[in-house]
């Protein structure tokens, strides 16, 4: 039981480490990438210079935006690592249940959008943070039986 809760909880912290990590490139890309995010270089064939040289309040405002969302990520990822490594690794439900609701959460709501057809950035947009997802619900799957076995 020990085992697998150990074992649960670090590959969900080490999922919520990459989510913190894509997290920091999406901020600097913001400010010192040659494009928008991770594996967006234009949008509707404008790089991010074209894009401020033909409307420079769009072009912050996108920075804006992009900041703020890094911001989010960056706390969402040191909430669930907190939550995993402290709360998880004890077996408590609470906390395995909140961390998994919050890159749920965060999740169900921005991978839609990138399916409507509109977007088609390919695997470095999204690879990333599905590696990192596919990292976190192993743990979280592993940890799972070991927080019903302390709950019995």
Same mark, same amino acid.
């Given at each position: $039981?020990?085992?697998?809760?150990?074992?649960?909880?670090?590959? $969900?912290?080490?999922?919520?480490? !990459?989510?913190?990590?894509?997290?920091?490139?999406?901020?600097?890309?913001?400010?010192?990438?040659?494009?928008?995010?991770?594996?967006?270089?234009?949008?509707?064939?404008?790089?991010?210079?074209?894009?401020?040289?033909?409307?420079?309040?769009? =072009? !912050?405002?996108?920075?804006?935006?992009?900041?703020?969302?890094? =911001?989010?990520?960056?706390?969402?990822?040191?909430?669930?690592?907190?939550?995993?490594?402290?709360?998880?690794?004890?077996?408590?439900?609470?906390?395995?249940?909140?961390?998994?609701?919050?890159?749920?959460?965060?999740? !169900?709501?921005?991978?839609?959008?990138?399916?409507?057809?509109?977007?088609?950035?390919?695997?470095?947009?999204?690879?990333?943070?599905?590696?990192?997802?596919?990292?976190?619900?192993?743990?979280?799957?592993?940890?799972?039986?070991?927080?019903?076995?302390?709950? $019995?």
């Amino acid at each position: $039981m020990q085992t697998s809760l150990n074992r649960g909880a670090m590959l $969900m912290a080490l999922g919520a480490l !990459a989510f913190i990590g894509y997290g920091i490139v999406f901020i600097f890309r913001s400010f010192a990438g040659g494009g928008f995010e991770l594996g967006v270089d234009t949008l509707g064939g404008l790089s991010k210079e074209g894009l401020e040289a033909y409307n420079p309040a769009v =072009g !912050a405002y996108i920075t804006h935006l992009h900041v703020a969302v890094s =911001g989010f990520i960056i706390a969402t990822g040191i909430a669930v690592a907190a939550l995993s490594w402290y709360g998880v690794r004890r077996g408590y439900w609470w906390a395995w249940i909140g961390a998994v609701l919050a890159p749920v959460a965060g999740l !169900a709501i921005a991978i839609p959008l990138h399916y409507g057809g509109k977007f088609d950035y390919g695997i470095t947009h999204l690879g990333p943070v599905y590696l990192a997802t596919f990292i976190f619900v192993i743990g979280a799957l592993i940890s799972l039986r070991g927080v019903r076995r302390t709950q $019995m």
